[in-house]
T-cell receptor
Framework: GAGVSQSPSNKVTEKGKDVELRCDPI?????LYWYRQSLGQGLEFLIY????????KSGLPSDRFSAERTGGSVSTLTIQRTQQEDSAVYLC??????????????FGPGTRLTVT | AQKITQTQPGMFVQEKEAVTLDCTYD???????LFWYKQPSSGEMIFLIY??????QNATEGRYSLNFQKARKSANLVISASQLGDSAMYFC??????????????FGSGTQLTVLP
């Protein structure tokens, strides 16, 4: 079946502009995660959504970052007033939580964000 | 303190030989999960293997096995019969809490494995 998809694959933006990154999880997966991967910081958790529960936003680095998940499926990560330190690959993952099922996360190909 | 420590930034192995990638973890939770992911140069993160904290047997998936030593808090990945296509970055990750919690993963810094012909 289809995996996690993300768009755009690459985004170049000027400092101070807002950007939106999109994630389409695997159909039927209840949990959706955003991470970012940068050279100096490795893989960092940003935010996760589980079903209809309030999202866990504990990893968001500043209030310029926000995310929403509509209809329990597609998610959008928004970065306002981008800064050069926001340059990174933003990875989305999804997993399926059910009794007896594994919770391994399946990752999308990522969006490479470059802030100039 | 680091929750996941991978002390080998780079490793080399000869094709067809076995290689062990080290991972130690730190958690006070009794229930947790350990994962290994592979990231080739193309950038995708590929799930390899999972070990639950209550699993008594070491996990195996084809040529991958996880050497789980709970008392030492280590979860080393063993790749048998290395292939050129195994050259990639390998990440160890941990989920704290039970499997049903589906919480986020904490990743180590990774080990870059190069398989030599």
């Amino acid at each position: 079946g289809a995996g996690v998809s993300q768009s755009p694959s690459n985004k170049v933006t000027e400092k101070g502009k807002d950007v939106e990154l999109r994630c389409d999880p695997i159909s039927g997966h209840t949990a959706l995660y955003w991470y970012r991967q940068s050279l100096g910081q490795g893989l960092e958790f940003l935010i996760y959504f589980q079903g209809n529960s309030a999202p866990d936003k504990s990893g968001l680095p500043s209030d310029r970052f926000s995310a929403e998940r509509t209809g329990g499926s597609v998610s959008t990560l928004t970065i306002q007033r981008t800064q050069q330190e926001d340059s990174a690959v933003y990875l989305c993952a999804s997993s399926f939580r059910a009794p007896g099922q594994g919770d391994e996360q399946y990752f999308g190909p990522g969006t490479r964000l470059t802030v100039t | 303190a680091q929750k996941i420590t991978q002390t080998q930034p780079g490793m080399f192995v000869q094709e067809k030989e076995a290689v062990t990638l080290d991972c130690t973890y730190d958690t006070s939770d009794q229930s947790y999960g350990l994962f290994w992911y592979k990231q080739p140069s193309s950038g995708e993160m590929i799930f390899l293997i999972y070990q639950g904290s209550y699993d008594e047997q070491n996990a195996t998936e084809g040529r991958y096995s996880l050497n789980f030593q709970k008392a030492r808090k280590s979860a080393n990945l063993v790749i048998s019969a290395s292939q050129l296509g195994d050259s990639a970055m390998y990440f160890c990750a941990m989920r704290e809490g039970p499997r049903s919690s589906a919480r986020q993963l904490t990743f180590g810094s990774g080990t870059q494995l190069t398989v030599l012909p």
